[in-house]
């Protein structure tokens, strides 16, 4: 941090200053080792097959896959320098101080997204709208805490004195915002910025510039942890203990540790496995556990985007924002439940009912629930099984007039497949076909493998998106399109396990329920949500014994967010760097 011991009028300018050191970190960091979701790199992270979901290499993959041998050595892969995303940030804030934070996600410029996940640390760059928003943030949540001034101290300046409580504040505040403790030379740059807000005006303001300076610090907008670069750069060592703390925070709560986590690190308490899963048992109980639970589904499964999308409401005056909020409802609540009343992978695929309110169940066409709100509702198992049939997930991947074979297609290759699909040749035109009566999407579409260039492309895609033409735009149970039968056959090419053909989506959710290079998929999305990057080949041993304990116990994705965190990435990295 930059000497900030000046009048209060400069501490301000240099409180904004200190993001600075968080911009040269920052450029660096989103570009520093193979880059997640785009390029090469991306598809590389798309690996996946044999027995496990782990032996070939996917569609759009590059790196090589290595056999994993030696198992006595961690091979923890490589830590990039993570910056807390923006519903990160928003927690945490409002976790230190109390205030409302729901205004980050609407003012701030929005995050990129690395393989799908808005906390890949390669796409986590600071531009200088976000720096800006960043200072202008701090300014407005520093005033609003210490307006509950009382609330906010660890102790009364009328009675220890206005300097003493400062640096008691320093010292508890800081602990919390860097998630770790402060060293001697930051508590006493902190103390001089105190006073400089401070000089000629009150303690309350010097507390304010204080918390500006913390907000705007490279050490709580980056999740920093310590390397050494003396080390060999194959060195392995330990996360260090509030480092630690920090992983399992973030993973578990999207936030700071608490003061269990904090207690733990300093007593050096988060070292072996059994700690560490004494405390995941321990987080997963916590309510805060379900939110960060449903974050990554959200981002994985893309249910919220439901709530924008846009439809043709000359053809689909029905499609209104209630009945939108409603499908995001649904599936939310559908993944809830499965998630922690059940624990099952296949269950999330495959189940036959799901969540509904009456309104909803009157939009599909199903008898409505006889209670209010959303209640459990069995569907008829010839039409809807699991995640993949139900509207919110149709409706998003299908045109606004008609549906689309492609982007469902495309949806189930990269979401559950892990196989990420290159993008279409430069300066190709994409329009839908028109919707034309007496032909159907099959029809239309037929024309994707009569062009050479798009063939081979679209029938990774479209096999797989035309067995979901049962589904109209919205995602409701159709039996004919523009007057003609359906035919919902499909075709999957180019997996480990699942090729050959099938016909509805019923059918397909089954496939995708008995499949290994599935199971594999959704291993590598979690690894990718917990360590905030994609995975490379040195991850290939971790990767495997999080497979083989995933099959041991049943496919219970409860037990595999431990698993994850006892992990050798998670719990290991390399001492020179991290491996960037």
């Known amino acids: 941090m930059i000497d900030l011991s000046r009048k209060r009028g400069a501490a301000v300018s240099c409180a904004a200053g200190a993001i600075a050191f968080g911009l040269s970190m920052g450029g660096c960091s989103g570009l520093i080792g193979p880059a997640s979701g ?14 496990s979901g782990l032996g070939t ?18 091979k923890p892969g490589r830590t990039p320098l993570r910056r807390l995303d923006l519903a990160e940030y928003a927690q945490t804030v409002h976790d230190l101080l109390n205030v409302d934070t729901s205004d980050v996600t609407s003012t701030f410029p929005p995050d990129n997204t690395g393989l799908g996940f808005t906390n890949n640390a390669d796409v986590l760059t600071v531009n200088s709208l976000l720096a800006e928003k960043y200072m202008t943030a701090s300014e407005t949540y520093a005033a609003a805490a210490v307006a509950n ?12 004195g206005e300097d003493a409580c400062a640096k008691q504040f320093i010292t508890a505040f800081g602990l919390r915002a860097f998630r770790r403790p402060l060293t ?10 105190y006073t400089a807000g401070k000089t000629g005006a009150t303690f309350s303001d010097g507390i304010t510039v204080l918390i500006e300076g913390f907000l705007q610090s490279a050490d709580f907008l980056y999740r920093v942890e310590a390397t050494d670069p003396s080390a060999p750069l194959t060195s392995v060592t330990p996360v260090a203990p509030y480092e630690m ?29 059994a700690q560490i899963k004494a405390q995941v048992t321990r987080m997963m109980a916590d309510p805060r556990a379900k939110v960060a639970v449903a974050s990554f589904h959200d981002e994985w499964l893309s249910s919220g985007l439901v709530v924008g999308a846009q439809k043709d409401m000359t053809m689909f005056p029905e499609f209104t924002d209630a009945i939108r909020g409603d499908m995001q409802q649904e599936a939310s609540t559908f993944i809830d439940q499965v998630f922690w009343t059940d624990g099952k992978l296949e269950t999330l695929l495959s189940a036959p009912y799901s969540y509904m309110n009456q309104e909803l169940a009157k939009f599909y066409g199903v008898t409505p629930p006889t209670a209010a709100g959303f209640q459990k509702v069995m569907l008829d198992p010839t039409q809807r099984a699991g995640i993949v049939t139900q509207p919110a997930i149709l409706a998003v991947n299908a045109k606004p007039n008609q549906t689309s074979p492609v982007a469902r297609g495309k949806y189930i290759r990269e979401q559950f497949l892990c196989q990420q699909l290159p993008p279409p040749p430069v300066g190709l035109v994409i329009v839908a076909p028109n919707v034309t009566p007496g032909s159907t999407t099959r029809q239309r579409f037929a024309m994707h493998e009569q062009v050479a260039s798009c063939a081979a492309c ?25 007057g003609l ?57 971790t990767l495997q014994s999080l497979n083989d304990q995933f099959d041991a116990e049943g496919h219970d994705m409860r037990q595999l967010l431990g698993n994850i965190a006892m992990s050798d990435a998670f719990r290991y990295k390399l001492t020179q760097g991290g491996g960037q």
């Open 57 to 74: 290499a996917g569609v759009g993959s590059t790196i090589p896959v290595p056999v994993c041998t030696d198992v006595t050595t961690a």
């Open 245 to 273: 703390a920090t992983r399992l925070s973030y993973f578990f709560w999207g936030t700071f540790p608490d003061q269990m986590l904090f207690d733990a690190a300093g007593a050096g308490q988060l070292s072996t496995a």
């Open 458 to 482: 679209h029938k990774l895609m479209d096999g797989i998106g035309l067995g979901f033409e049962q589904y109209d735009p919205l995602g409701r149970w159709r039996t004919t399109d523009q």
């Open 485 to 541: 039968p359906i035919d919902a056959s499909g075709t999957i090419i180019s997996t480990d396990d699942m090729n050959g053909d099938f016909t509805g989506g019923v059918e397909l959710a089954t496939k995708l329920a008995g499949s290994a290079q599935v199971r594999g998929c959704v291993i590598r999305q979690w690894f990718r949500f917990a360590n905030g990057r994609s995975e490379i080949p040195a991850d290939q041993c």
């Open 38 to 51: 785009t390029g090469t790199a991306g598809g590389s992270a798309g690996a996946s097959g044999g027995s």
């Open 184 to 193: 001697t030379d930051e508590s006493t740059t902190l103390f001089n910025l």
């Open 149 to 160: 001034l009382t609330t906010l101290l660890p102790c009364n300046q009328m009675t220890v």
